[in-house]
């Protein structure tokens, strides 16, 4: 919007040069009515009248020479005009080159996720969910139960890949322990119980307390489902 700003305002001054009746030293210019403005003289703007107009009062000669007074006046913001022009064409063809066609196919890599474990619902599911979370994000803890009720409503049909997705550091360990969790088989169990013995209290008292989120609780918590607490350290 600030380059189109420029431009109009460029245009604007070049059409305003040319609005100007200007003498010219082979062809001076027609003596004005009685009453009207002198030639070259400013009209009077009031707030609805035009911004510019070319002058066509005098002979084909003087409007000729006005307009010819005018571009060279402006000779160099026209050039200007003329290569942002070419230039916003250049990048116009670029972004359409770019544009994806409306029946593009986009895959995201996340062979590594389903052969760590961390994947819900079968393989042959012919719909694949991948939720990209952060073990301290709110909205991710929202979305968690969703996800289990979609493959479990869809039986067979849908699958949920899970990818980390670390933002907020101090959700690290829990996401170093949930790959741990995977290797022993249990990454949805340890999953959906930390986030409501490990975020939940965190949450709770509005991320000022972030012990739940730290290696004790986490060992606790890998331990009330089920893990070996020392594999999982390891």
């Known amino acids: 919007m600030k380059l189109a700003s ?37 009209a009077a703007s009031t707030p609805d009248a035009p911004v510019a107009k070319i002058d066509r009062s005098g002979s084909v000669e003087q409007q000729l020479a006005r307009l010819q007074d005018a571009y060279d006046r402006n000779v160099e913001a026209l050039d200007f005009l003329a290569k942002v022009y070419a230039q916003q064409k250049d990048r116009a063809a670029q972004e359409e080159r770019e544009e994806p066609a409306d029946d593009a196919v986009f895959a995201v890599d996340v062979t590594g996720d389903i052969r760590a474990g961390q994947v819900d619902g079968p393989a042959t599911a012919p719909v694949t969910i991948i939720k990209a979370f952060d073990f301290a ?17 869809y039986k067979g049909k849908v699958r949920v890949v899970y990818t980390n997705l670390l933002i907020h550091p101090p959700a690290r360990p829990a ?19 930390f986030w409501d013995q490990g975020f939940g209290p965190y949450a709770a008292s509005e991320g000022k307390d972030a012990s739940s989120l730290g290696e004790d609780n986490i060992l606790k918590i890998a331990k009330g489902v089920g893990l070996d607490p020392a594999k999982l350290k390891t």
């Open 137 to 153: 994000c709110p909205f991710c803890q929202r979305m968690a139960p969703v996800m289990r009720e979609l493959v479990a409503e």
């Open 6 to 42: 420029r431009l109009a305002l460029l245009a604007g001054l070049v059409l305003a040069g040319c609005a100007q009746p200007q003498a010219h030293p082979e062809h001076p210019a027609a003596p004005s009515p009685a009453g009207a403005p002198a030639a070259g003289a400013p």
């Open 175 to 193: 996401h170093l322990a949930s790959c741990a969790a995977a290797k022993q088989g249990k990454y949805l169990a340890f999953k959906d119980a």
